[in-house]
C-alpha cells in the first residue's frame, strides 16, 4: 500500500491510497491523518479509488480519526471507492459515518472550497434560453 500526501485548498489535504489497506496500512493512514492535523489541517479527502481491497477490522481506526477531525471543525471525507469498498464499510456498520463522494464529484475542483461556498458547485441558471 501507498499512501500520498497533497495539499487539496486552504487548511485541506488530499490522502491518495493505493493497494490493498490491510490493518497495518490502517495504522500508517492513521499517522498520516495525525501528521496532517499537527499542521493544523483538519480537512481531509481519502481518495480511494486506487483501492482494491481494505480489512474491515481497521474501520474503526479512520472512524476515531475522523471524528478527532470533526472535534476541530474540520472531516475525512471518502472518495472514489467502489462498491466493494462501500459494501466492506456498510458491513462494518461505518458507511453511514462518512460523506463518501464518487469520482466525478471529487474531481470537480477543490472539493473543501466547494463545500464553503456552494454556489460553485450549482451556479445559477442563466434567465437567456
Not at 493512514?29 to 481531509?44: D, G, H, S, T, Y
Not at 474531481?107 to 454556489?119: I, S, T
Request: proline residues 4%; aromatic residues 6%; hydrophobic residues 45%.
Amino acid at each position: 500500500m501507498r499512501i500520498q500526501v497533497l495539499p487539496a485548498g486552504q487548511n485541506a489535504t488530499k490522502l491518495e491510497v493505493n493497494g490493498m489497506i490491510n490493518l497495518q496500512g490502517f495504522f500508517q493512514i492513521e499517522e498520516a491523518i495525525l501528521k496532517v492535523i499537527k499542521r493544523n489541517c483538519f480537512r481531509v479527502e481519502m481518495d480511494m479509488s486506487q483501492v482494491k481491497h481494505m480489512d474491515y477490522r481497521g474501520v474503526e481506526i479512520l472512524l476515531k480519526r475522523a471524528e478527532r477531525l470533526r472535534s476541530y471543525g474540520g472531516d475525512l471525507i471518502l472518495s472514489g471507492l467502489s462498491p466493494y469498498l462501500v459494501n466492506i464499510l456498510r458491513m462494518a456498520g461505518a458507511a453511514e459515518s462518512f460523506e463518501i463522494l464518487d469520482n466525478d464529484a471529487a474531481a470537480q475542483g477543490d472539493l473543501f472550497k466547494r463545500q464553503e461556498n456552494p454556489d460553485l458547485e450549482n451556479p445559477p441558471l442563466s434567465a437567456v434560453a
